[in-house]
DNA sequence: ATAGTTTTGAACCGAACGTTTCAAAACAAA
DNA sequence: TTTGTTTTGAAACGTTCGGTTCAAAACTAT
């Protein structure tokens, strides 16, 4: 049973507002009094209940990975590997246009934007994604033997093929671009995969 | 002539510094110390003759354009629009690979990493980056008409392709990819060319 | 030498940064 | 009502930020 003053936040409710600023702004761009406003909570209760920014940061990336990396995997599903790149493609794609949310990806942009105090921010980042690039790889490799794909193709090539385009993408959504762009690149992208 | 007492740095090669370190930590991660210690000039001298650190950022980026970006320029001299795009992703490969230069592209983590506070900083890079895309875009769509591409075909959303491909290149750069797997990538993309 | 001009180095500016402190406030339990 | 516990709001901490100021230094021209 609770005692005390009861707060007047809910807790996840505030680490959602923080993630939406930290996506917007990157880690480094975004400040205390940015976290405070769009949580709705004074400094105080963030460091009572969060900790500090870097803990924050790192429990709103906890919450971020619970949220459109976690739609990727829906791709593996797929019965082909080709298959399986182009929902991967086109789960991203929609995922870093989102209006809902800030465009691009939490994790390249933090990544590129932290400085080297930050760095062990940015290695976390960094080996998140190669996770997806190696699930890829993995799925791809499985494929091979039913000759889904070609004897000739490289599965590693190919997974870092397509995490190349999705982190293109991601890039390309930053600066602006429309969904029905990169829904274009994907079209043309997928021309290259082995038959 | 030159009267009063004389500048104890070479006015370019601060620049270079100056270049190396925004690079490196992209605009806002970069501070005054870190440029005048890099620069090897006190900040009187870098107020002086560089105006701000705005319009310093502004300077190495014209800079900046003098090299990686400029080396894409030569696959304008290709004969064919594939010869074209392939060239132009081998020499992004080769400049954000450089071992002798921070990885990645600086429009790229400059665009990324900078708040709101230097949005015309970012309008900036962006807008260059889209220059970029139209010299490829105007180029394939020359192509056209001696049958270099396809009828078919799309200039535009090609040049978005090839783009994509080289901004998603910029970024494994930057997360420490080598040359040889962006070649991987390379081949790989260039299979979706249309015959 | 002397005067005029430009650069240098270091101190300093107000503002913003992430973080801490603490008394007042708001509740449950006694 | 009192006591105990927790949260709140605001003020303050030291540090760093981009930018400025200014007297001393280092040169050329007279």
Redesign the pocket.
């Known amino acids: ?9 809910d807790n996840t409710e505030a680490l959602k507002s923080a993630l939406q600023v930290f996506w917007q702004k990157g880690y ?1 761009g ?5 976290l405070t406003e769009a949580m709705k ?5 963030l ?3 969060f900790g ?3 803990q924050l940061f790192n429990q709103a990336l906890d919450l971020y990975f619970e949220g459109p990396p976690k739609l990727t995997s829906a791709a593996f599903n797929e019965s082909t590997a080709r298959a399986v790149a182009e929902r991967f493609l086109h789960v991203t794609a929609d995922s870093v246009t989102n209006p809902s949310t800030p465009r691009g990806c939490l994790t390249i942009r933090g990544a590129i934007a932290c400085g080297e105090d930050a760095e062990s921010v940015r290695q976390e980042l960094v080996s998140r994604r190669v996770e997806s690039e190696m699930a890829l790889r993995h799925r791809f490799e499985q494929a091979k033997s039913p000759g889904d794909l070609p004897a000739g193709s490289d599965p590693a090539a190919l997974a870092r093929y397509i995490m190349t385009i999705a982190e293109g993408m991601s890039i390309r959504a930053a600066d602006g671009s429309t969904r029905e762009e990169l829904q274009d690149v994907i079209d043309i992208a997928m021309q290259a995969w082995p038959t």
């Open positions: 049973m609770a005692t005390g003053r009861p707060r007047t936040f480094e975004t400040s205390l009094s940015d909570i004074n400094r105080s209760s460091y009572a209940t500090s920014k870097e």
